[in-house]
């Protein structure tokens, strides 16, 4: 079986390579950069290209049993993702794992969740099989905070007072795998969520145990969020994110019992708890 990955450079793509080598899967991983190719674990191989570019998109799908569809959050992903599209159609992919985002149709106006509303209709309507995963708020973006929470001692995600049901990364790409290489999937939505609801101080609280400190939670103001974000965001990232927050301190974005149970059911196990990936990210961050 060939699948072709695309964001496989990325957080969850990569894992989703591996997740696909081992079970036996020949991975092709689309990346703009060659470099990137170079370094790509035994098993994938690179493909050059671009989805904004139509010459990529006629090309790279042509023999694939399947493809992992991600898009960066950029201000053309709706393009690129429309654009993979209309080359899987071409090319008469047999199934196409999309990556969305849990709960996307509560918040249809952020940018980057209206992209993917759109991205799901036009997968829907393509005549392509297709199978939606919408995961939570990723674990893995506590990565960014480890100078934040190792020198200042404060967790800075607005995640507010509701809570959300963050998901490992590698709980994603085992749930794509399965999906890809499994029967049953086709027309189905997932949403991908760890197994407990976590708010910004009960993050707080996790870190503290796994780092054997005080971990303060860096509050709920957006606008002193949106100061410190622009130093290394771009201003029309910031601003879908801060209305994210905005989003998730209002309503949160919480995991219903029966989303946990088919997810459960699609992975043959429960999810990775949060407290789990704490304590292995701290052994790793110790001198
Ligand atoms: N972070 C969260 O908590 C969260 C939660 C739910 C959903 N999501 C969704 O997850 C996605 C981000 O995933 P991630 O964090 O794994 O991404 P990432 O690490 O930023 O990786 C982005 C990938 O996209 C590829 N890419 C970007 N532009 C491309 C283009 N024009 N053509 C081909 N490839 C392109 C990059 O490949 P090269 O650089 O190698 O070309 C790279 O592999 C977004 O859609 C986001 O909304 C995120």
Redesign the pocket.
């Known amino acids: 079986m060939r699948v072709l990955v ?8 990569s894992q989703v390579v591996q997740a696909l080598i081992e079970r036996g899967v020949e991975v092709q991983v ?4 060659p470099q ?1 190719a170079a370094g790509l674990p035994i098993g994938a191989t690179g493909v050059q290209g ?3 570019d139509p010459g990529t998109v006629r090309r790279v799908f042509t023999g694939v049993d399947g493809v992992f569809l ?5 201000q053309t ?1 709706a393009q ?1 993702a429309l654009m993979a599209i209309s080359g899987m159609r071409l090319a008469k992919v047999p199934h196409v794992v999309y ?1 969305s ?2 709960q996307v149709d509560t918040a249809p106006w952020l940018p ?1 969740f209206g992209a993917k509303i759109g991205v799901e209709a036009a997968l829907k309507g393509s005549g392509l099989p297709w199978t939606i995963l919408r ?4 674990f893995q ?1 506590d990565y960014w905070f480890k100078d934040v929470l190792l020198q200042h001692g404060v967790y800075p995600q607005p995640i507010g007072d509701v809570g959300t049901s963050r998901v490992d990364v590698r709980d994603i790409a085992e749930a794509a795998a399965v999906a890809l290489t499994t029967a049953g999937h086709q027309g189905q939505t997932y949403d991908l969520v760890g197994p407990e609801v976590l708010t910004g101080p009960a993050i707080a609280v996790a870190w503290s145990k796994a780092l054997g400190r005080p971990i303060k939670y860096g509050g709920n103001d957006l606008e002193a969020w949106e100061q410190q974000a622009l130093t290394y965001l771009p201003n029309w990232m910031a601003f879908d994110f801060k209305l994210m927050y905005q989003h998730f301190q209002a309503h949160g974005l919480r995991a219903s019992a029966e989303a946990i149970a088919r997810q459960t059911a699609l992975l043959g196990n429960s999810a990775r708890p949060f407290e789990a990936f704490a304590s292995e990210t701290a052994r790793t961050w110790s001198p």
């Open positions: 695309t964001g496989g450079t990325g957080t969850v793509g689309l990346t703009r950069n990137k671009d989805l904004l991600l898009n960066a959050v950029s992903e690129e990556l985002v849990h980057h995961p939570d708020n990723f973006n």
